[in-house]
């Protein structure tokens, strides 16, 4: 079975500092793609980065990176200089033949 | 501007009556999919469709069912034969349904029983 976890069910950071939250997944495919979605207070999910499981460079958008590590089936992302808007439930999924969602962390960003 | 409209933002259900959730999407993606989400989980798929007139189950399509008519809609009903419906319900599409492709999402219906 294809699935996807996120150990962390809550994380949270002080303003202006980093946070890296955790995932890992399990699939037989060699061929799929990593997702990290924000779902803010308003349930609209949104896409934050996205990672080709056949490049090993790591992708980055603006203050959002991730670490992959393929052989360890570990797809964390961190968010650096965070801000007060990027309080949000973060979702990984992973696709092969479909889309599969972890359970989510939420993310609380004090000021 | 280019989305996904999803109507209503709310909606109720009485017991034993079918309802319908819209989705439409100006992005002339071919892909289009259907989501639940339920507190504490992530996003399950219901149905999915490549094209049109075309449609496939997904992990919870019991109770479900879905048309795919025009490229730009593809609308949910929530049947009576699904005994728990108290969701908040997700539609996405693609360009293709690849790999590869990145989904993009509507701001969903919240659905309750009454």
């Known amino acids: 079975a294809q699935t996807v976890t996120q150990s962390q069910p809550e994380m949270s950071v002080q303003e202006a500092e980093t946070v890296t939250l955790s995932c890992t997944y399990d699939?037989?495919?060699?061929?799929?793609?990593l997702f990290w979605y924000k779902q803010p207070p308003s349930r609209q999910m949104i896409l934050v980065i996205r990672q080709e499981a056949y490049k090993q460079q790591n992708a980055t958008e603006n203050r959002f990176s991730v670490n992959f590590q393929k052989a360890a089936k570990s797809f964390s992302l961190k968010i650096s200089d965070s801000q007060l808007g990027d309080a949000a439930m973060y979702f990984c999924?992973?696709?092969?033949?479909?889309?599969?969602f972890g359970t989510g962390t939420r993310l609380q960003v004090f000021p | 501007d280019g989305g996904i409209t999803q109507s209503p933002k709310y909606l109720f259900r009485k017991e034993g009556q079918n309802v319908t959730l819209s989705c439409e999407q100006n992005l002339n993606h071919d892909a289009m999919y259907w989501y639940r989400q339920d507190p504490g989980q992530g996003l399950r798929l219901i149905y999915y469709?490549?094209?049109?007139?075309?449609?496939q189950k997904g992990d919870i399509a019991e109770g479900y069912s879905v048309s795919r008519e025009k490229k730009e809609s593809f609308p949910l009903t929530v049947t009576s034969a699904q005994k728990n419906p108290t969701a908040f319900y997700l539609c996405?599409?693609?360009?293709?349904?690849?790999?590869?492709?990145?989904?993009?999402f509507g701001a969903g219906t919240r659905l309750s029983v009454l």
């Open positions: 996405a599409s693609s360009i293709k349904a690849r790999v590869k492709n990145i989904q993009y």
């Open positions: 469709s490549q094209i049109v007139n075309d449609f």
């Open positions: 999924a992973f696709n092969t033949d479909k889309l599969i």
């Open positions: 699939t037989s495919e060699s061929d799929y793609y």
